[in-house]
């Protein structure tokens, strides 16, 4: 998916949206919780997906979910992918899978999520360097998107996201690359807007997490649009009972509107 | 494992290596490709496994490489680790994923990778702060291991060393943290065992990268040995024929060596 189709899909939805699929079998409705746990998590993603497709620009599960239930969360993985693509086309896909390897390795996870699994786009983490990124770039249509100031208290340890950015945007472009921007500081989001105007931000922290979306939207769009708001579990855990669907489809709806 | 174990276990066999299993089924020998990817895999681990053990005291397999075979490479990794629990009882069992996330999602790939697939450490990319590794200190017995320099060029890009370590070892011990330092550079190993002498060292970069295990031990080692010594593909690409596993305990048995 180019960056003009996003915006495309920004516009025509009127939605920054992504809704992250962190779904976890323990958090899940009662009423969804019969069969193997696997099978359970396929169920709730798809009424998830149903319910809020027509709020959302994209979909990110975070693998961390997924490989919890053994191999069988691949499955799972891969079905919620599928129904995304069969049911719901024009979506952007990611993966919020945080690799962060070097050579041989990046390869190897930019095929499996490219090429196995059909995704638009992996998060990144990029302690080892530019090199992390680059196989990912090699794939047009597709995005590397690499933590850059994530929305965690410690988020200060250890990064550097100016410095990040600008030697990533050395080796890319705004079409083959975006950063995570964490909500929790929608403040210098209008800073690091300045250092990067081109490229799309994934924003987490939206939601449960604190962040505001519409200050978000305020500091960090760009022409294009230029930003893909998360919310996960403030959505898809909108309700626990039978009505999640629904609680979920209305709390969409409100989120990350423009 | 304690740290205590590992160390009887390097001077029972006389030896820092790790056997690193970044199984790739397109360089595997032709002889053992039949049937499925990830049943060639999987006979290939279990032959590399049978001819080393005597010559090393842990297994890193590379978690790209079976993701990489989709949801049967799970299985394929669930199956690996079983064989060495079985057959080779008492060796230390490295997840090589480079995982770097935080909270919820933190606290869900350390339940997978101890819980599920009963690893005794898991390979951490610190980007997002120390947040990264503190559900995998909850787990007595086990490690998270903290890239702190790695062998790659792209190292000095974003890399913190220091920083990275000292505030890693503020909430940790050395019975429940290690640090990834890369061999490629093997004098500066002597600076950083001054900043933290007395934790495990996984040390990467040795074999076909050209670091140099000799150089390692005489700068890195430390009274409790202190030094994991990986060698991926010089060991397990050995020979490309029929003679793949004899080759392989060939270089295992030179590697390393103390």
């Not at 920004?10 to 409705?29: Q, Y």
């Not at 027509?54 to 969360?73: D, M, Q, R, T, V």
């Not at 050395?170 to 950063?179: A, D, G, I, K, L």
Request: net charge negative.
């Amino acid at each position: 998916m180019t960056t003009e189709e996003l915006h495309s899909s920004i516009l025509r939805h009127r939605s920054m949206l992504c809704v992250g699929l962190d779904t976890e079998w323990a958090k899940l409705p009662d009423c969804i919780k019969g069969g193997s746990p696997a099978d359970a998590v396929l169920r709730f993603n798809k009424e998830i997906i149903d319910a809020t497709a027509s709020y959302c620009i994209a979909y990110k599960p975070n693998l961390a979910f997924y490989e919890a239930l053994g191999p069988e969360g691949l499955r799972v993985l891969e079905e919620t992918v599928d129904h995304i693509r069969t049911s719901h086309p024009g979506k952007f896909l990611i993966a919020d899978a945080k690799r962060g390897d070097i050579g041989n390795t990046a390869r190897l996870y930019a095929r499996t999520f490219f090429e196995t699994y059909d995704f638009d786009a992996v998060t990144l983490s990029p302690y080892m360097g530019v090199e992390t990124a680059l196989p990912f770039l090699e794939y047009p249509g597709r995005y590397a998107i690499v933590v850059a100031l994530s929305s965690n208290p410690g988020s200060a340890d250890f990064e550097q996201p100016e410095k990040v950015m600008k030697k990533m945007m050395e080796v890319s472009t705004p079409e083959n690359m975006m950063f995570v921007v964490g909500a929790t500081k929608s403040s210098s989001l209008k800073e690091i807007r300045t250092w990067c105007p081109d490229n799309f931000f994934l924003v987490p922290g939206v939601g449960a997490q604190g962040g505001n979306a519409e200050e978000v939207i305020a500091n960090g769009a760009n022409s294009r649009g230029g930003l893909i708001i998360n919310s996960s579990r403030a959505i898809i855990y909108a309700s626990s009972g039978s009505d999640f669907a629904q609680a979920a489809a209305a709390v969409a709806a409100k989120t990350a509107r423009v």
